[in-house]
């Protein structure tokens, strides 16, 4: 749908759109920088992009740049309380961090980006256009029945075969592309979120998240689950998915009966003293 926003800033507010009201309470687990913008990526796998976006808050000693750069630190971590656009379509996202209360603003034009194809774009001369969610993209029921029926590769084996003695992470899997020659941010994408799927279809791993040196499993369905991987995967892109990022895996005792005898090891891994701050709960 478009419509045109009414130019004027200050204190006049347009309507909350239900996609910036989506956004409250996610947490920031990635940017990045090119020549095309900037993008802030969600742990739920929602992408704002602009030209530039500024960066506001209680910084200690000399000033650091206002724009947002690359795996910004200052912004990596920080939870988004509140998206505000004013008439005029500029953006400000409130943010807490462990620096304290932070402040990201841009100005049109941009967008954002949600799973299933939802998105919010704001032109320079104020146009809005705005999608609803669509159906799934990585789990309909002909993609989860196919990853069901599937057959362990070797890859999958490998990933397997690090989960006996760890929690595994999106990064593992990037680990076991690249050494099986995936080049290109394009085959990690996509192989990544199917890899991970096909081994959650057969049972042979289950999500959660990763706290106080404890995994505790996600209620949630294989769906739910597989259509936020490849929504996530998407947006972080290529290679980058690493630790709290997606979710943490653990191997299940159906995994560890398609592996069979080969590690001495009886009881899931454990990490003692790690913590999981950016992706616990369902995912925020």
Do not use: N
């Not at 749908?1 to 130019?7: N, T």
């Not at 910084?59 to 004013?86: F, N, Q, S, Y």
């Not at 991970?196 to 689950?225: K, Q």
Request: net charge neutral.
């Amino acid at each position: 749908m478009r419509s045109f926003l009414s130019g004027l800033s200050g204190r006049h507010r347009p309507p909350r759109h239900p996609l910036l009201e989506g956004l409250r309470g996610q947490t920031v687990v990635h940017t990045r920088v090119a020549s095309r913008g900037t993008w802030t990526v969600t742990a739920r796998g929602w992408v704002l992009h602009s030209r530039i976006q500024q960066l506001q808050g209680p910084w200690a000693g000399e000033d650091p740049p206002p724009a947002v750069g690359l795996r910004d630190p200052r912004l990596v971590g920080a939870a988004i309380h509140d998206a505000e656009m004013l008439g005029d379509g500029h953006l400000t996202l409130s943010l807490h961090s462990a620096q304290g209360p932070l402040t990201l603003s841009t100005v049109p034009r941009w967008q954002l980006d949600a799973p299933r194809g939802a998105l919010l774009h704001v032109a320079e001369k104020g146009e809005l256009t705005d999608l609803p969610p669509g159906p799934p993209a990585h789990a309909t029921p002909e993609l989860l029945a196919e990853h069901a029926a599937s057959t362990r590769s070797g890859i999958e084996e490998r990933v397997l075969e690090m989960a006996r003695e760890r929690w595994l992470h999106p990064g593992h899997v990037v680990t076991v592309l690249a050494s099986a020659g995936a080049l290109d941010d394009a085959e990690f994408s996509r192989r990544g979120p199917i890899l991970l799927a096909r081994l959650l279809a057969r049972g042979e791993i289950r999500p959660g998240f990763v706290t106080g040196g404890r995994f505790t499993a996600w209620d949630l369905t294989l769906a739910e689950v597989v259509e936020h991987i490849g929504a996530t995967w998407t947006a972080i892109g290529g290679r980058t998915p690493g630790p709290d990022m997606i979710a943490w895996f653990e191997l299940t005792r159906r995994g560890r009966d398609a592996l069979g005898p080969g590690s001495d090891r009886t009881m899931p891994p454990g990490m003692s003293g790690y913590d999981s701050p950016g992706v616990v709960g369902g995912f925020r």
